[in-house]
T-cell receptor, first 115, second 111 residues
Framework: EAGVTQFPSHSVIEKGQTVTLRCDPISGHDNLYWYRRVMGKEIKFLLHFVKESKQDESGMPNNRFLAERTGGTYSTLKVQPAELEDSGVYFC?????????????FGPGTRLTVL | GEDVEQSLFLSVREGDSSVINCTYTDSSSTYLYWYKQEPGAGLQLLTYIFSNMDMKQDQRLTVLLNKKDKHLSLRIADTQTGDSAIYFCAFTSFGNEKLTFGTGTRLTIIP
């Protein structure tokens, strides 16, 4: 079974440009999460989808970030326009969401560098 | 708000035990986790403990939870070179599935 995949693995863009990150969760997982780790600090929660609906987006830093999960399968996270402080590693995770099964499986992350 | 602290670095000789510590402030934590991140890889769940437990052992891994002091630790027995990684503690709170992470501890193994 394929794990969580993320694309691209690295992205280097200039301030003011737009970048779109993609996450493909494990097939059949209803829950999809985005996290990011900035400048070697702690990993922070961004948002949580249940199928195609946003369950919790309390961690989204501002309106330059837009996450979508059309059809409840893969998800995209767009940053527009990117700022220097957006640099970091963006992780995606998925879980089944069944009662008692709480493990979140993480992808390898996308390293975003904004110059 | 939540605050989870870990030491940034730990060096241990191969074959010794490693103890990675984590302190937190949120008393409503339900599940507490230890994740491992190897270079270039995602986060791998190592083990977890439910908040009504004090200890959990899984092969070379022992998790200790002191709820009174809000202290979580991970002990790795007979540390090997393959244990070199960053270790993150994390927890979820009741009714909330998002993970709150610590800063991560980079474990270095000395031959």
């Amino acid at each position: 079974e394929a794990g969580v995949t993320q694309f691209p693995s690295h992205s280097v863009i200039e301030k003011g440009q737009t970048v779109t990150l993609r996450c493909d969760p494990i097939s059949g997982h209803d829950n999809l999460y985005w996290y990011r780790r900035v400048m070697g600090k702690e990993i922070k929660f961004l948002l949580h989808f249940v199928k195609e609906s946003k369950q919790d987006e309390s961690g989204m830093p501002n309106n330059r970030f837009l996450a979508e999960r059309t059809g409840g399968t893969y998800s995209t996270l767009k940053v527009q326009p990117a700022e220097l402080e957006d640099s970091g590693v963006y992780f995606c995770a998925s879980s089944q969401g069944l009662a008692g099964n709480h493990e979140q499986f993480f992808g390898p992350g996308t390293r975003l560098t904004v110059l | 708000g939540e605050d989870v602290e870990q030491s940034l670095f730990l060096s241990v000789r191969e074959g010794d035990s490693s103890v990675i510590n984590c302190t937190y402030t949120d008393s409503s934590s339900t599940y507490l986790y230890w994740y491992k991140q190897e270079p270039g890889a995602g986060l791998q769940l190592l083990t977890y403990i439910f908040s009504n437990m004090d200890m959990k052992q899984d092969q070379r891994l022992t998790v200790l939870l002191n709820k009174k002091d809000k202290h979580l630790s991970l002990r790795i027995a007979d540390t090997q070179t393959g244990d070199s990684a960053i270790y993150f503690c994390a927890f979820t709170s009741f009714g909330n599935e998002k993970l709150t992470f610590g800063t991560g501890t980079r474990l270095t193994i000395i031959p």
